[in-house]
């Protein structure tokens, strides 16, 4: 183990990086480093100091299957063969989402990127796009739920008050980066106060005068699906 160590250490690779190569915990490859340097007479290193355990930190539970608790309408999609997200509210802070993904689009979304045929979760990204035109990049914040490929729908919590919000579902390359299938509609979520912010009747009616391009309160985002599954024509 100790040579697998060296030989990523001169690469500039970080004990965590190397623990996962190596399949084991943080605080063994530490260990075996410090035996090492010290075997080497290294003065810099502290061998009396204690070795540092780093355990993965475990994600609070923010999301469940829409057949626990109340069970929403799911409404039919309008094309069975398209590429479809939609959310709805459940309660003023809960989203209940669903979606239909075939089969097709996600074959050909692995043979784009070069992966394998095995079933893969869904990812569901949430974004907080309040008072923006969101472009897929300059949101506030996002959230990602991992969700089991055999599901349909499901339910997600934590949503904050007088906030907007929209969706995408896609899934995790073996990179780590996330590529969205498609996106959904746009929430609002309600005030709580009157001292929050609201939207102006004036800008409303600038908007509808033609004397801006678009009202500031108004989330503009576009449903899509990136890829293009016949040539010129999208699912």
Not at 172 to 191: E, I, K, M, Q, Y
């Amino acid at each position: 183990m100790i040579t697998e160590i060296i030989r990523l250490k001169e690469q500039g690779v970080s004990f965590r990086k190397i623990a996962k190569e190596l399949n084991t915990t943080v605080g063994k490859v530490q260990y075996q480093w410090v035996k090492y340097q010290k075997a080497q007479g290294n003065p810099t290193v502290n061998v009396g100091a204690p070795v540092e355990v780093i355990e993965p930190e475990v994600p609070k539970k923010r999301v469940g299957r829409a057949s626990f608790g109340r069970k929403m309408p799911k409404p039919r999609a309008k094309n069975p063969r398209a590429t479809e997200l939609s959310i709805m509210f459940s309660t003023s802070s809960r989203i209940y989402c669903y979606w239909n993904i075939t089969q097709e689009w996600i074959r050909h979304v692995k043979s784009h990127f070069k992966m394998n045929a095995d079933p893969q979760s869904f990812v569901l990204r949430l974004y907080d796009i309040t008072s923006i035109s969101f472009n897929g990049h300059n949101h506030h914040a996002y959230s990602d739920s991992y969700v089991p490929h055999t599901e349909s729908d499901w339910f997600v919590n934590g949503l904050k008050e007088n906030r907007s919000y929209c969706m995408e579902i896609g899934m995790r390359l073996p990179s780590g980066d996330f590529v969205a299938f498609t996106r959904s509609n746009v929430l609002h979520t309600p005030r709580t106060s009157h001292h929050q912010e609201y939207h102006s009747m004036k800008e409303l009616f600038e908007y509808e005068q033609g004397l801006i391009k678009e009202p500031k309160w108004v989330e503009h985002v576009s449903t899509y699906s990136y890829y293009v599954m016949n040539q010129g024509e999208k699912a």
